[in-house]
């Protein structure tokens, strides 16, 4: 038996064991920005390639249409795109990209609790939906539908406050409790503890 090799070979394991430990789960605003830049991207990449001109519209009256224009333009410029904000600013655009409609949802559900019924790992659910239209150059619609997408993952408590940091009010998350575990768990909870206080009441009369 080569234990001299099995510990080299767990030491060479170990930092990425012990940064999947210590590793701090994405915002759901960052989670939400992912769901939408992915989406958006796969749509333009089939009218122009980096170095093109885009131009992105959204509704500037409404929160998060502003929240999803600022998204896509940071995510199109990070893929070397060019981006303006107004079509008269722009000659020879290759597309338009125009998002509308944006709604985003966070719930958290009990995942694990500990041996006195409280939560210690929630699951994350992210949803994101939103409409999208993209043109081409000849301002023919190559694309435009709704679009849908999520994320699931499971969070503890720690995490669950990290993720809410710096997030607007509209991507915060929402707890329930899981129903089945609500229902009989949290009830027999409160008769086994009254129960206890009873037995003790009468034993220590006894005594």
């Known amino acids: 038996m080569n234990r001299r090799g099995d510990r080299l070979g767990f030491l060479a394991l170990l930092p990425f064991i012990l940064s ?3 590793a701090q789960p994405r915002s759901n605003q960052a989670v939400l920005a992912d769901l939408l830049s992915r989406a958006t991207l796969e749509q333009i990449k089939t009218v122009a390639t980096p170095g093109d001109t885009l131009s992105i519209r959204y509704n500037r009256q409404d929160t998060r249409s502003v929240w999803a224009g600022i998204i896509l333009t940071d995510s199109c410029l990070a893929g070397n795109y060019l981006v303006y904000s107004t079509p008269e600013e722009a000659a020879h655009l290759k597309a338009v990209v125009e998002v509308d409609n944006v709604s985003a949802t966070v719930a958290y559900q009990t995942a694990a609790r ?10 994350r659910t992210v949803s994101l ?11 023919k619609v190559v694309f435009s539908g709704p679009i849908e997408k999520a994320l699931s993952d499971t969070l ?7 993720a809410e940091q710096g997030a607007p009010e509209f991507v915060r998350g929402t707890i329930s409790e899981n129903g089945l575990i609500k229902r009989w768990l949290e009830p027999g ?10 037995y003790l009441f009468y034993a220590l009369r006894s005594d």
């Open 114 to 123: 500990n041996w006195m019924g409280r939560s210690r790992a929630w699951q």
């Open 156 to 162: 503890t408590r720690e995490q669950l406050r990290v």
């Open 189 to 198: 909870l409160v008769i086994g503890a009254t129960a206890v206080v009873v």
């Open 129 to 139: 939906t939103f409409h999208l239209l993209v043109s081409n150059a000849e301002g």
């Open 20 to 22: 999947g430990l210590f």
